[in-house]
């Protein structure tokens, strides 16, 4: 199985932006469905964001919208997370996970193949 990597986290204050990124390297990446959940203290892992093969649908979680925007380059087989907005209830650990192959957007954790190991990010208030 492929593990995607995760990179980009860290601290920012509220209000303030950053770019979270997965490589997923392997030949089939461009085929499959990918998508970003995170994990706080305490909470269940939930969905952030998930994208098809291709890119052309998305779908994410309701605190997320309007903020958030995944996106993917298949030619870097990598998935990127532009997070805008954050609000210190964004504090997890997020992490990358690679669904199976094609349509739609994968947005249940039993859907997803495999897991990269997580990528803190904290906004302070």
């Known amino acids: 199985q492929v593990q995607p990597v995760e990179s980009g986290g860290g601290l920012v204050q509220a209000g303030g932006s950053l770019r979270l990124s997965c490589a997923a390297p392997?030949?089939?990446?461009?085929?499959?469905?990918m998508g970003w959940f995170r994990q706080a203290p305490g909470q269940e892992r939930e969905v952030v964001a998930a994208?098809?093969?291709?890119?052309?649908?998305?779908s994410y979680g309701d605190s997320v919208k309007g903020r958030f925007i995944i996106s993917r380059d298949n030619a870097k087989n990598t998935v990127y997370l532009q997070m805008n907005s954050l609000k210190a209830e964004d504090t997890a650990i997020y992490y990358c996970?690679?669904?199976?192959?094609?349509?739609?957007?994968?947005?249940?954790?039993?859907?997803?193949?495999?897991w990269g190991q997580g990528t803190q990010v904290t906004v302070s208030s």
């Open positions: 996970g690679v669904a199976g192959r094609g349509d739609p957007p994968r947005i249940h954790i039993f859907e997803y193949e495999s």
């Open positions: 994208i098809s093969w291709n890119g052309v649908s998305t």
């Open positions: 392997g030949p089939t990446f461009s085929l499959n469905a």
